[in-house]
């Protein structure tokens, strides 16, 4: 099992490093994992003047997965579009032919004064969005600008979704319900586009490959209620590009801390870039303060979803709840009577808990 671990910057090198803590001690406990590192983003453009240079494309490619920190800082925000940091990320995601993307919302009881909503209604809280990334309306033909019959100006973009591209992400989200509570939520707007009838329309059909998973539908509009009204009813939700994008960002709102969200892209073969939800935080950086446990988070996301190894994920993530339990917190989760630590502080307490 092979990954690919790419820091980037600001606070990336610094998150990145308490990952690899954990998975090089999963590793002396037996898991078999080969890790090498390499320039991207920023960094990648400071050593060979590209964010995404060849030699890291191609041990992207050759790896099973990929752990990435965050790129981009004030350094690197005068650099012309295609040597932004950011470019370099949307190039390998591309490269990497990642369509489906995975964010988990889980509120961990310890944190539960972090979240906007109330106690009763968000605690426990655990939910899987998974988000279709490559088409939709984010990427339609044909778009533009022109002018109507009455010589007004508009604009315009098209909204498609092609079948071969519902039945992967409608699998995509069967297969992630069968790794959780088996109930899946697909949310579309059926009432008034055509594209979701048809997008109801064969999520049924793949529905029938997946007799164990209680499949609903929902509305877009009632989703984005029903997750401040009753988060909890979801497990796993899927969803187009466009309301993916926006419903993934008001379920991680739920949680009420960014720096514990991780979130996963995968290819057709399972093959993962694994990230989290956050930038790279150049407000923080190179201070020992940043939370890594998003990023350790993905490290257990990865083992999940590329490698299979449920077990070794599960206990990453008994190792994080226990350093909750024990009231560790870094800055960006502190509360009075917790104890503060920093960013390597709080990794070595995860791998103790390990
Ligand atoms: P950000 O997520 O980096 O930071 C937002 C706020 O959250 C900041 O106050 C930051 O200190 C805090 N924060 C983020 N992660 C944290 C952590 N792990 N622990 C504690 N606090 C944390 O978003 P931004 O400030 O809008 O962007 C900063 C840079 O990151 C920009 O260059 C942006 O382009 C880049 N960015 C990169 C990615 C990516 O690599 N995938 C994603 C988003 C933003």
Redesign the pocket.
Known sequence: MKVAVLA?D??GPE?VAQAVKVLRALARGGLKLELEEAPF?GAGFDAHGDPLPETTLKLAKAADAVL?G????PKYDALPRPQR??QG?LRLRKALGLFANLRPAVLYPELVGASTLKPEVVSGLDVMIVRELTGDIYFGEPRGRRANARNEREGYDTMLYSEPEIRRIAGVGFAAAMKRGRKLCSVDKENVLETSRFWREIVNDVAKQYPQVALSHMYVDNAAMQLVRAPKQFDVIVTGNLFGDILSDEASMLTGS??MLPSASLDAGGKGLY??A???????AGKN????L?TILSSAMMLRYTFNQDEWAYRIEAAVKSVLAQGLR???IHEAGARKVGTSEMGDAVVAAL
């Open positions: 980037g600001g606070i998150i983003g990435c965050a790129v981009g800082g940091p950011e990320i960014i720096g990230e989290p956050h930038g790279s935080a150049p407000d923080i303060v940043a939370n890594p998003a870094t800055a960006d």
